[in-house]
């Protein structure tokens, strides 16, 4: 039986509504106000509410997200090709921490299961990684962690997995350029994630520019832990090493290293910690309209009682927050947070100049057959991840996280970008929305999908975690999605669940944020 069809206005003063139906709505149906259709209006996509003139700003989220190119008449289909989108907002006059949140009282008594370290930092899951210092020895590390999975990894019951960080940097780079700061940084943050139990444990080549005590400088890696020897030096297996001969030489030095390292982290067991040792990123990927009506809204939601429970949230994506960057700096606990949030807006604006880009640059095809016409629409979805609590600290790309609340860590949009430098800050779970979908995973930290869109959850059941479609069905509301996320957060965080790109041992590789030039 066909559904009535079903808009949703997102703010009283729009002059649009997005189509919910399953296929979309064709030319004459009527909607619920009388509403007559002109034109066929895709499942996402906006119709017009009322006839908009010429130049005529569009309104979605009571802002304008375009302007109107010629006379769009009430009941037509509004899309990318008939807006004019507007200017990027200015950095100067901003508000600076205007919003003063209703105080909400803290959650408390929720906690998980987790991973102590010695530095006091909570791990979700137990995993060697073995840092590279290029992409040279890429694979004779996977090689060997073959090995390793096979032949060490069932000793150890206790330890989830191994995994190798390979990335595309280290040699062929402006090592001493400034900006190369941003992937050395982010690279070594990456080998101290909580989930890794501070074993580090490192293949260099050898005559690369990024070497291991570049990388890893004495200090850097040192963790006070009872189980390691007093003073222990950072340990390399360096490829061109004149003892190793032959590949297999070089192979069984890294398993053989492995299973020292293999040892200790078995030793560890799960503890009952608070739920303010979660340190979470949100990020979206394969937007629709719906994301910021159903998954983005949960999970905004979510981060509130994350907030309320003393965790640590970030969100990230820095041209899909660019356009409300007036409501992020009004929501500034202090004067200084909103300096810093522009500052990075404003150096991300200068780096996409420097490639003759702008933020327009973002929106991509799915993106735009899911409903949504330019990088303003998909910025106010966006940014109610971040949820209503106030903004208290900021990072750059690459650095490491050192404080509860919410934390705007400024990467840009790209998902495998944004996930990197996410686990650089320490992140040990992960939530990711998406409406066009995407079988998007990390191999260090456990990655909880939502739907936006009941048919996605439907199609994709064994790739999605939580569907946030109910809201627009109408059988739960945004906060019983935000509370459903937030009990499997603690589920997933103590081991009891695994996310389904977990079962399917589903990953992308990690990508390295490099602004500086390459040689």
């Not at 090689?143 to 060490?152: C, G, P, Q, T």
């Not at 019951?157 to 780079?173: A, M, Q, R, T």
């Not at 945004?478 to 041992?505: C, N, P, Y």
Request: glycine residues 10%.
């Amino acid at each position: 039986m066909n559904k009535p069809p079903l808009t949703i206005r997102m703010h009283e003063r729009d002059n649009v509504a997005i189509v919910a139906n399953d296929g979309g709505l064709d030319v004459g149906t009527v909607l619920s106000d009388g509403l007559v259709l002109v034109d066929r209006v895709p499942q996402g996509h906006k119709v017009a509410l009322v006839d908009i003139s010429d130049g005529a700003p569009v309104l979605r989220y009571g802002i304008p997200i375009g302007h109107a190119l010629k006379t769009i008449p009430a009941g037509s289909w509004v899309h990318e090709r008939l807006l004019q989108m507007p200017a990027a907002r200015g950095l100067e006059g901003l508000p600076i921490s205007t919003v003063k949140a209703l105080a909400l009282p803290p959650l408390q008594g929720y906690t998980f299961e987790g991973f102590r370290n010695a530095d006091g930092s909570v791990g979700t899951r137990n995993i060697l990684a073995i840092t590279q210092t290029v992409q040279c020895v890429a694979g004779v590390t996977d090689f060997a962690v073959k090995r390793i999975k096979a032949e060490l990894l069932p000793r150890y019951p206790n330890v989830d997995d191994v995994v190798s960080l390979e990335h595309g940097y280290g040699c062929g780079v402006a090592i001493d350029a400034p900006d190369a700061v941003v992937p050395i940084r982010t690279l070594r943050n990456i080998s101290l994630n909580p989930n890794f139990g501070g074993e580090v444990m490192v293949v260099s080549l050898g005559c690369e520019k990024l070497q291991p005590e570049r990388l890893l400088p004495p200090g850097s890696f040192a963790i006070a832990d009872e189980r390691k020897p007093e003073g222990s030096a950072l340990d390399v297996v360096c490829l061109q090493d004149d003892a190793h001969v032959g590949f297999m030489s070089m192979v069984d030095s890294i398993v053989r290293q492995a299973d020292t390292h293999l040892q200790r982290l078995n030793q560890r067991r799960r503890e009952t910690v608070p739920a303010s040792e979660l340190v979470v990123g949100v990020q979206c990927g394969g937007s629709d309209a719906f994301s910021g009506v159903t998954a983005n809204p949960a999970v905004g939601f979510c981060t509130d009682l994350l907030v309320r429970v003393g965790a640590s949230v970030m969100f990230s994506e820095t041209t899909e927050v660019r356009d409300g960057i007036d409501q992020l700096t009004s929501r500034a606990t202090t004067p200084e947070v909103a300096r810093r949030m522009i500052e990075e807006m404003a150096w991300y604006d200068s780096y996409l100049q420097r490639g003759s880009a702008d933020r327009s640059a973002n929106t991509t095809p799915g993106n735009k057959k899911g409903g949504l016409s330019n990088i303003v629409e998909k910025a106010m979805g966006s940014i109610v991840k971040s949820g209503s609590a106030p903004i208290s600290h900021v990072l750059a790309p690459g650095e490491k996280l050192k404080h509860k609340g919410l934390t705007y860590a400024a990467t840009p949009a790209s998902d495998f970008i944004c996930g990197t430098l996410q686990l650089a800050a320490g992140m040990n779970l992960h939530v990711f929305t998406t409406g066009r979908g995407t079988p998007y995973g990390l191999a260090a930290v456990p990655v909880i999908k939502v739907a936006t869109r009941s048919d996605l959850a439907r199609r994709w059941h064994d790739l999605m975690d939580i569907n946030a479609g109910t809201i627009t069905d109408g059988t739960a509301t945004i906060e019983d999605v935000g509370w459903q996320l937030f009990h499997l957060m603690l589920d997933v965080a103590s081991g009891r669940k695994k996310t389904w790109a977990e079962q399917w041992k589903l990953h992308n590789a990690l990508v390295l944020f490099n602004p500086a030039p390459v040689t």
